[in-house]
């Protein structure tokens, strides 16, 4: 990789700079507060929300305890772990961020990664009016800046129906999750060839991986199918968060798709994540987890998400 001269490493700096001052300016003036997310969270805690993050890509210490600390490698999961137990129930807490989350490279150096995010814990309404609010939020803030994105939706709702369904060992719930991860479809046959499911189910997941495009499309896909409650209203959801959006290029910017699904496992509804043209990877992304309130021991809505900001400065550059 050829290295920014000073002149083009100050330049994007400063470019960053702007981009954040117009989100908080926003973000500010719809009632949103600033947050600062602890640096460290407990080892036990975070694989106790995140089984399948590998603990070999996380960057590890030990407090003056023994205890086994992870320098932060999410957001949400210092959220839901440390900031969620201490709000008492009723009405909301809209909040954003603007910090850095860490990995450990295969490589052996320590990767940061620059994230603003936008939190809605709570709600004053429904769920599916938060849902709105946080996703034309982000639409906006991409509009703002004319960036070229593309975002895909889906709903966890419906592929934890359908893993309820299917009775799996936690063993293979893990491997099947990980080929619906990575949209592994040489390895979803044989392993559906393993199992012993009822018809309905085993043909939901010979479907899974072509339920994306228009809902249309997709409900069409799923006609000779039987859906159960859940899956009927996970469907039920994204036509309404479909129709609801205010961006005026909507139509060619949103896509649906059944079988995304997050290496995080606290996603429980509408999930979201966003690509531009310059990127290798998702440039945003984010949905409804609806954690549990370990003080009150009940589940609290919540929905929000995340951009890469070295990344999504990198799309303002280029088509600056």
Request: charged share 25%; proline share 3%.
């Amino acid at each position: 990789m050829t290295r920014q001269s000073i002149e083009e490493t100050f330049n994007r700096q400063q470019t960053k700079l702007t981009i954040k001052r117009t989100f908080m300016d926003l973000l500010n003036q719809e009632g949103y507060l600033y947050y600062e997310p602890e640096a460290f969270e407990k080892y036990d805690s975070f694989i106790r929300v995140n089984e399948r993050v590998e603990p070999s890509s996380m960057v590890k210490m030990l407090d003056n305890l023994g205890n086994i600390l992870v320098l932060r490698p999410d957001v949400t999961t210092t959220i839901i772990n440390q900031l969620i137990p201490r709000i008492r129930n009723g009405g909301a807490l809209k909040l954003f961020y603007d910090t850095d989350i860490f990995a450990q490279s295969a490589q052996g150096p320590i990767d940061k990664l620059a994230q603003f995010g936008v939190e809605y814990l709570g709600t004053s309404s429904t769920e599916v009016d938060a849902d709105r609010e946080v996703m034309n939020l982000m639409l906006s803030m991409c509009d703002t800046f004319n960036v070229d994105y593309v975002v895909e939706i889906g709903n966890q709702k419906f592929l934890n129906a359908l893993f309820d369904k299917l009775n799996l060992s936690n063993e293979q719930l893990k491997t099947l999750k990980e080929i619906i991860t990575f949209k592994n479809v040489s390895l979803m046959r044989p392993f559906i060839e393993k199992l012993s499911i009822k018809p309905n189910e085993k043909a939901l997941l010979e479907t899974l991986f072509s339920l994306e495009g228009d809902i249309d499309d997709i409900e069409a896909s799923l006609r000779d199918i039987r859906l159960d409650a859940q899956m009927k209203e996970a469907l039920k959801e994204l036509r309404t968060l479909r129709t609801s959006i205010e961006s005026n290029t909507l139509k060619n910017r949103i896509t649906f798709d059944l079988s995304m699904l997050s290496r995080y496992d606290y996603y429980q509804g509408i999930t979201f994540q966003g690509f531009a043209p310059n990127a290798n990877s998702a440039i945003m992304k984010g949905g409804r987890y609806n954690p549990v309130n370990k003080t009150t021991q009940s589940r609290m809505p919540a929905v929000g998400f995340t951009i890469d900001m070295d990344a999504f400065v990198r799309e303002v550059t280029e088509n600056g």
